[in-house]
Nanobody, 112 residues
């Protein structure tokens, strides 16, 4: 059974950083493409970052390119999203997605 559990969200001031984690069970993190999405209030779900299962090629939404980094730790079966220079428009619920399954989401709020 595939299960994804996110953590690491919170309240941060503009310019600050957070690192989100997504712990996987039911499959190994290096066997599948992994994605981070986000959904801001009143908006649809947006793909933020993607990492391939083989080769670890990464891609990012233009809105986060240069500020966010997706990575994985095979020993911990975990995918991360390092978010730097956060801005109020990054406020959203962030979700991990893989193999047709979603995590429960973690709230990120950027506000002074």
């Amino acid at each position: 059974q595939v299960q994804l559990v996110e953590s690491g969200g919170g309240l941060v001031q503009p310019g600050g950083s957070l690192r989100l984690s997504c712990v996987l069970s039911g499959f190994t993190v290096n066997s599948a493409a992994m994605m981070w999405y986000r959904q801001a209030p009143g908006k649809g779900r947006e793909l933020v970052a993607h990492i391939t299962g083989v080769g670890s090629t990464t891609t990012y939404a233009d809105s986060v390119k240069g500020r966010f980094t997706i990575s994985r730790d095979n020993t911990k079966n975990t995918v991360y999203l390092q978010m730097n220079n956060l801005q109020p428009e990054d406020t959203a619920v962030y979700y991990c997605f893989a193999r047709g399954s979603w995590g429960q989401g973690t709230q990120v709020t950027v506000s002074s």
